[in-house]
T-cell receptor
Framework: DAMVIQNPRYQVTQFGKPVTLSCSQT?????MYWYQQKSSQAPKLLFH???????NEADTPDNFQSRRPNTSFCFLDIRSPGLGDAAMYLC??????????FGPGTRLTVL | GENVEQHPSTLSVQEGDSAVIKCTYS??????FPWYKQELGKGPQLIID?????GEKKDQRIAVTLNKTAKHFSLHITETQPEDSAVYFC????????????FGKGTMLLVSP
């Protein structure tokens, strides 16, 4: 089945230790999104790619970076995780018809 | 920018009752309105959406209505079941070839047997 896949599902890192989260999609969508979701809150958009064009939200900290090496894959890099970065990270893909389809998320714990 | 208000924040109903969740948006240019269901520990799942050229859309037990003049849209779930228990998010987006969604804060729906 076509879908959005995120790995790992759970990630534990230490304060300040870089971490990379990965996302892949088999929907052949040209847009991919990264969201941060904290407990009892709505997803918050960090950035998105339209094809290879990177679009950063104005309030996304510099600590968060992203890479999209090809249509199917997108990575979220957190350069120096702080305790406040502990959250669920959601990847989504979307088409020109506006729909966004989310992956299962990666739960990040920062010790 | 767009602002989406969602009410209520929590909703408890008995199995078989109907549930209604309401959202208002601020940007009159928004024209795509999806609803997501998020179960605990999972990603949001798109359950229904509506575009601004349509006033109502139904899919089995769920329906969405849109009032562009008043800038509000609502999710209606009939004959609720315990498995409908989840957090529901509304969202709004301008059509620009693809969407960037502004989410409401979510409604926790609890359906009691």
């Amino acid at each position: 089945d076509a879908m959005v896949i995120q790995n790992p599902r759970y990630q534990v890192t230490q304060f300040g230790k870089p971490v990379t989260l990965s996302c892949s999609q088999t929907l052949n969508h040209n847009v991919m999104y990264w969201y941060q979701q904290k407990s009892s809150q709505a997803p918050k958009l960090l950035f998105h790619y339209y094809d290879k064009d990177f679009n950063n939200e104005a309030d996304t900290p510099d600590n968060f970076q992203s890479r999209r090496p090809n249509t199917s894959f997108c990575f979220l890099d957190i350069r120096s995780p702080g305790l406040g970065d502990a959250a669920m990270y959601l990847c989504a893909s979307g088409s020109s018809y506006n729909e966004q389809f989310f992956g299962p998320g990666t739960r990040l714990t920062v010790l | 920018g767009e602002n989406v208000e969602q009410h209520p924040s929590t909703l408890s109903v008995q199995e078989g009752d109907s549930a209604v969740i309401k959202c208002t948006y601020s940007d009159s240019a928004s024209n795509y309105f999806p609803w997501y269901k998020q179960e605990l520990g999972k990603g949001p799942q798109l359950i229904i959406d509506i575009r601004s050229n349509v006033g109502e859309k139904k899919d089995q037990r769920i329906a969405v209505t849109l009032n562009k003049t008043a800038k509000h849209f609502s999710l209606h779930i009939t004959e609720t079941q315990p498995e409908d228990s989840a957090v529901y998010f509304c969202a709004a987006s301008r059509k620009s070839g693809y969407s960037t969604l502004t989410f409401g804060k979510g409604t926790m729906l609890l359906v009691s047997p």
